[in-house]
């Protein structure tokens, strides 16, 4: 009678030949000597273990046999072991995969219109932009007039495609701009009833001024500054005539807020 033990599918260990395994373990053993057993298992540049089994592939292919300047052992199983090391560290996912991937841009189709995002000194007129909400683009239009405010280091700038408007300060992300088919254009000049504005900060806010809050492109006019409560540094209290849906009466104003501009 005879024991049962299932090991179909497992590779079999017999397959090898012993000599083999016996010569490749007196190579592990002069390395555990030289650098402590296991060592290799610490992990290290994979191209390190590639360098050392094709110096010894090549020293046998030229003709030598053994490593006749260290161990005196088969540089073919001086190659078996380093390849046994690199796969180690491969199943182990100890050292570094440095091996050189050349990197390869993905071509653009000829039918993928690119956009990229709308700085205050990079539009034009003839540009098509478009906002981006939740990375979903709803295009505007082309470009058809441009006002540009500058203050400190900050631009602004208030555009006009067909019947919409929109506004650009340095620091937007969610208007991005195509240069596709885009053909430089003399600026019109300003459009008849639509005003200047520029940014409000607390150092130029004044009582009398017209005041307005934009959001999304869009400006809903606040009033006329009436009275200035406080004024700080970087911050100021304001009071209008007119209450604001976002701020109420009185709001504040922010040396950094973008969203208050004053009429020019």
């Keep these: 009678m005879e024991g049962k033990k299932y090991d179909g599918g497992k590779p079999s260990m017999s397959n090898v030949a012993g000599k083999t395994l016996m010569s490749i373990a007196e190579v592990f053993d002069f390395g555990a000597g030289k650098y402590g057993k296991h060592n290799y298992r610490l992990g290290m540049k994979w191209s390190r273990y590639y360098d050392a089994c094709m110096r010894h592939i090549t020293s046998w292919f030229d003709g030598e046999d053994n490593d006749v300047g260290e161990t005196g052992l088969n540089h073919i199983d001086h190659a078996i072991c380093s390849l046994i090391m690199l796969r180690t560290n491969i199943h182990e996912e100890v050292g570094e995969d440095d091996r050189y991937v050349q990197k390869k841009e993905t071509p653009v189709p000829d039918d993928i219109e ?7 000194d990079d539009i034009e007129i003839g ?22 405010h500058k203050f400190s280091d900050r631009h602004l700038v208030f555009g006009k495609c067909g019947k919409d408007n929109f506004i ?7 208007i991005v701009m195509s240069t596709d088919d885009y053909i430089a254009t003399k600026d019109p000049g300003p459009i008849p009833g639509i005003e200047n504005w520029a940014v409000a900060t607390p150092d130029n806010i004044e009582i009398g001024m017209i005041i307005g809050y934009v959001k999304k492109g ?7 500054v009436t009275k200035i409560t406080r004024r700080e540094k970087d911050i100021v209290a304001v009071e209008c005539d007119i209450d ?21």
């Design 127 to 148: 540009m098509r932009v478009a906002r981006v909400d939740e990375e979903v683009i709803s295009y505007i239009g082309k470009v058809t007039s441009l006002t540009m």
């Design 218 to 224: 869009v400006i809903s006019d606040v009033g006329k």
């Design 168 to 174: 650009l300060a340095t620091g937007d992300t969610d």
């Design 244 to 264: 604001d849906t976002r701020h109420g009466a009185p709001f504040t104003l922010g040396k950094y807020d973008t969203d208050i501009l004053y009429k020019v």
């Design 114 to 120: 690119v956009w990229t995002v709308a700085k205050p």
